[in-house]
């Protein structure tokens, strides 16, 4: 299928296409395998389903993020200098016990964003399909995140910060600051905990979306329809 959409691409290089354009295009070609373009789309956003569903299940477990070092959450580093300070008088317990909690409040978070995920796939157009399948290996992670950046940081802000509060993150980092706020001398701080959280959950959601996406491309035992099974093997 590369070097189908490869040769394709030539054709569009020198020549501006309409969406109709290239609907047909994909048709011509996919009518003589089998396969329409509404299949490839529906392929492509059971695909995206599928990393969304497993990438949040993974996220939202007990340890999906602390026991992760690819997605843990560390102490903010912007105020790196309190963990230090407070490391250094003897307070690493209730440091790692913060650590602890911020990354319980974005495991309990991750529960909420398969909703929002599934809602902009279910808005993708033959132009996303097109350009997914074109596109990197990463391709379809890239779009998910262009299509839910903005409304996932909105709707995510409140959950996590419930969630934060819920395993006591915020209590546990205010004693914290307070804490460091009180020793002599130091530069106070005082950091927006519920941003810098939001950031980091979501950046750690999308890594595992990507590893997700990149399983489905390449191990084809992680195609688990039919229809995934058709229309990823064409990639191959």
Request: aromatic share 8%; net charge negative; proline share 4%.
């Amino acid at each position: 299928m590369r070097v189908v959409l490869y040769s394709l691409s030539l054709i569009f290089l020198f020549s501006s296409c309409t969406v109709q354009q290239i609907q047909q295009t994909l048709d011509d070609y996919l009518e003589t395998d089998e396969l329409t373009t509404e299949q490839v789309i529906s392929g492509l956003k059971e695909a995206l389903v599928k990393g969304a569903g497993s990438s949040t299940a993974e996220a939202s477990r007990t340890n999906g993020f602390l026991g992760n070092p690819q997605i843990k959450i560390p102490f903010p580093p912007d105020v790196q200098k309190v963990e230090n300070k407070l490391r250094d008088l003897g307070l690493g317990d209730q440091v790692d016990r913060f650590i602890e909690t911020l990354n319980r409040g974005a495991e309990e978070a991750a529960k909420e964003a398969k909703p929002i995920f599934v809602g902009a796939i279910k808005d993708m157009t033959v132009q996303d399909a097109w350009g997914i399948l074109k596109g990197e290996d990463n391709a379809a992670t890239m779009y998910l995140q262009d299509k839910t950046s903005a409304q996932l940081t909105s709707k995510f802000k409140p959950v996590i910060k419930r969630a934060l509060d819920k395993t006591n993150a915020t209590k546990y980092y205010s004693d914290l600051v307070n804490t460091y706020n009180k020793i002599p001398f130091v530069e106070k701080v005082n950091p927006n905990l519920d941003d810098y959280a939001t950031e980091r959950a979501l950046s750690g959601l999308f890594t595992l979306v990507a590893k997700e996406e990149q399983n489905i491309r390449d191990n084809p035992g992680a195609r688990t329809t039919e229809l995934l099974k058709k229309v990823f093997s064409k990639q191959d």
